[in-house]
């Protein structure tokens, strides 16, 4: 098991349908850790390094403009096998086929607007962790209850 740091990406499609609160909520109410927060406009240079995988799908012209639609809300999770088990909560890139239960699979039905990013594996996470957030935008701290979460 390791401590780990992953970053999740409300996209513009979820902040257009209100549902900023519901996806943190998810998150805090599983007990994960919230290190850093925070909403900024993504642009198209950030895009292109963000999803440079995608560069030569036909669908990245689409998707670029999607995900500059709104602003975007940043998260940075901490815990142990955090990549994996933010991924998990995420569910299925294609909404049709994210498990109930999951992100995906609650509160969406469109690939193109499938509610969050989350980091895909450990070097992916802490590359995009730099891109969105500062070290000092990154908060070390503990939690009441401490007994309770087996994350601190
Ligand atoms: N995407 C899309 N059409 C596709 C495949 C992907 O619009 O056919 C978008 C989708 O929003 C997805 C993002 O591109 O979340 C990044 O794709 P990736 O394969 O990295 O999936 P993810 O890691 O987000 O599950
Ligand atoms: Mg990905």
Redesign the pocket.
């Known amino acids: 098991m390791n401590r780990e740091r992953t970053l999740v990406l409300v996209?513009p499609g979820a902040v257009q349908r209100e549902l900023i609160g519901e996806i943190i909520t998810r998150f805090e109410r599983k007990g994960i850790k919230i290190v850093g927060l925070k909403m900024l406009q993504m642009t198209e240079e950030l895009i292109n390094e963000h999803?440079a995988?995608?560069r030569d799908?036909p669908?990245f012209t689409?998707?670029k403009r999607s995900m500059m639609a709104t602003p975007v809300v940043a998260i940075a999770l901490e815990g142990y096998d955090i990549v994996k088990r933010v991924r998990t909560l995420?569910g299925?890139?294609n909404p049709r086929e994210a498990a109930p239960g999951t992100i995906r699979g609650d509160y969406s039905v469109s690939?193109?607007?499938?509610v969050v990013?989350?980091s895909?594996t450990i070097e992916e996470a802490l590359d995009e962790l730099q891109r969105f957030f500062t070290e000092d935008e990154m908060f070390t701290y503990r939690r009441l209850n401490v007994m309770d979460y087996a994350d601190e």
């Open positions: 996209k999803y995988h995608l799908q669908f689409d998707l995420t299925a890139t690939i193109r607007n499938n990013h989350a895909g």
